[in-house]
């Protein structure tokens, strides 16, 4: 049995939609939505990150900007990039990959990207919105589970949600979206973490089990209730034997929880893909709302 939410299949499903409309503006004469990506330094997995969203930027037909800057580039320098890139009328949406280098403060770099243009929606403005059930742009990875949810016609309504992990990217947004009154929302919703009592048996009441820890096959069959919907988040490169030497290894033990759930995301080809459908429908979400302010430029 095929149990797998294929996320790369969903999102060439949703991204064929945004291709669409972005189609429907261009027709218009107007510019499509044109998102910009920061990255600083030479991390390997942030730059792969960074191809990945400008070839899925192109496919969809979006113009795409990357601005790389060296590992040495100093907080005022990043700043002053930001601010150029807030203040281009012709640019809706900006992203800065992180991690940063350790000597750039992470949470000062993501207050000043204007929150009309975070479309990964980690700005405090957006937090804010969605902690009040109010959000313009939700987070990324959050909203692309949504949209995977929603891809598969799996209703969370009523169910009881467990998530691994109360990061601002993953865990605590999702935890606030998934219990929110919406379409795949309205679920009853248990946060985990690190000093959880009794995790395993809080996972085993899960009819809906999203682990996003970074730890490596941590989810074992008997933490799963049988029938279970499972959604791997996380991503951790561990060592393998291939030419690369490496590979992404997801937080559950999928080759065993498979058996037991009705659904489950792999890794990859799962939550990834999706994270990267929800960056670009938020940037076209952006893109419209500005042409709807009469914004043309
Ligand atoms: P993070 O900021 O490191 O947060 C990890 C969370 O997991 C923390 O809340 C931590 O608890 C909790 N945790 C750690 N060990 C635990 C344990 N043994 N039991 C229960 N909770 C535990 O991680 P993140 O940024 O959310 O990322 C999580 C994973 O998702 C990573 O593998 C990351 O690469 C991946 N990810 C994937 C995507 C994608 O698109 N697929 C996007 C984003 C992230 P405390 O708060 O108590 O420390």
């Known amino acids: 049995m095929d149990n797998r939410l294929r996320g790369k299949i969903a999102s060439e499903a ?5 291709k669409k409309d972005v189609e429907l503006i261009v027709g218009h004469g107007d510019r499509p939505p044109h998102l910009s990506a920061i990255l600083v330094g030479n991390d390997g997995a942030s730059k792969s990150y960074v191809n990945a969203k400008e070839k899925a930027c192109e496919e969809v037909g979006f113009l795409s900007t990357i601005i790389r800057l060296p590992e040495n580039t100093s907080q005022n320098e990043l700043i002053e990039h ?12 900006l992203i800065v990959q992180l991690p940063l280098p350790s000597h750039i403060d992470e949470n000062m770099i993501n207050s000043k990207i204007s929150p009309n243009k975070d479309v990964d929606g980690f700005h405090d403005v957006n937090m804010g919105r969605l902690a009040k059930g109010n959000a313009f742009i939700n987070p990324a990875t959050p909203y692309g589970i949504l949209l995977l949810l929603e891809h598969y016609n799996l209703s969370v309504e009523g169910k009881h949600v467990v998530v691994l992990g109360r990061s601002n990217i993953v865990g605590r947004p999702l935890s606030i979206l998934l219990s929110e009154n919406h379409a795949f929302g309205n679920a009853t919703v248990t946060l985990c973490h690190s000093r959880t009592k009794n995790l395993k048996e809080w996972c085993q009441k899960a009819d809906v089990l999203v682990a996003a820890i970074g730890k490596p096959y941590f989810v074992t069959a008997d933490m799963v209730k049988e029938g279970a919907v499972v959604i791997d988040v996380g991503t951790t490169r561990i060592e393998a034997d291939n030419e690369r030497g490496w590979k992404l290894a997801g937080d559950v033990n999928y080759t065993e929880v498979k058996e037991k759930a009705s659904a489950i995301t792999p890794v990859p080809g799962g939550v990834g893909p999706m994270t990267i459908t929800g960056l670009l429908s938020n940037t076209l979400l952006v893109r419209k709302s500005r042409l709807e302010q009469g914004n043309s430029a």
Do not use: M, V
């Not at 930001?82 to 949406?93: F, L």
């Open 14 to 18: 949703i991204r064929q939609r945004i």
């Open 82 to 93: 930001i601010t150029k890139i807030n203040e281009n009328d012709k640019i809706d949406g």
